[in-house]
């Protein structure tokens, strides 16, 4: 079945913008959703929709003005997040809750909004927007690294359950890509403590994280490899695009986990 209609959340800057582009210009309908409701660069092909992922009857209403448009919907590219930076200790609950709010839970409610559309049409794609966090873990991003493991088991989990329903799901794992996240990330109180055990530890984490953001993949990158999947027959569960985190995702699963954490150490210490 043909892609012809897709809602992205977060589609207003970044990888969600970048997506949004690539699909209009390849003909697809795009409803770009987000807080803002507006693109960063506005574009006559997409149609911005105003949605917080963490609001259930936004998310569903959402959802059903575009059935009243469009009269079906193909694709969902659940892309909404963010990230939060801080040691594990002295991390309080409701930051570490607060990290699982959108990019897990709103996740969640974005694809159970979706769900009931797809299984009456026959048909969906639901591509999870996940990350190589999601098979490997940093210092200091234990909450963002856990919640992108949980979504890509969320993602693969359900594509069992909907096995012969029509609907397919495919976990994109991206790398490192030049976006707002950097600047949008959020600081535990804890990582700001001037007497934190983890003071220099941390600045040198930093220093580095930022830096390999900010040089890191044009967003296109990915919009490209979501494309792809939109356009095949069978989409892949999971996809890391580009061909050095492809390598690293390889590595991470057939070397022991403690050499992985050792380099890792190394690298991000
Ligand atoms: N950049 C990277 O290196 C990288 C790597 C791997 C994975 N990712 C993942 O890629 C996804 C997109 O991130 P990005 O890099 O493109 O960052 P970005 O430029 O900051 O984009 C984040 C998008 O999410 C939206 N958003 C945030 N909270 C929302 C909410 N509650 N409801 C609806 N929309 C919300 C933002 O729009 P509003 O502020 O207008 O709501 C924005 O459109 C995230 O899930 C991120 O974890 C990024």
Redesign the pocket.
Known sequence: MAVNVVLI?????????ATARILAQSGMKVYA????GKLETPSTDIIPIS????DWEATQLAVAQILRAEGHLDAVVV?????IYGPVEGTLEKEARSQFE??YF?ALKTIQACLPVFRQQGHGRIIT?????SVLQLPFQGFYSSV?AALLSLSESLSLELKGSGIQCSAIL????A???TG?RKFTAASEDPASPYREQMARNLKKIEAD?RN?MS?DVIAKAIRKQLLRKHMAVRVIPRLDYKLVGFLVRILPAKWVLHVLSLLYN
Request: with cysteine; glycine share 24%; net charge neutral.
């Open positions: 959340t977060g589609g207003s800057s970044g990888i969600g913008a959703a987000s807080r803002r949605m917080d992922v963490n892309n909404a997040g963010s990230g959108t990019n709103g927007v996940c990350s190589v966090m992108k991206p790398g490192d890509v976006t707002g996240f949008a953001e890191g967003p």
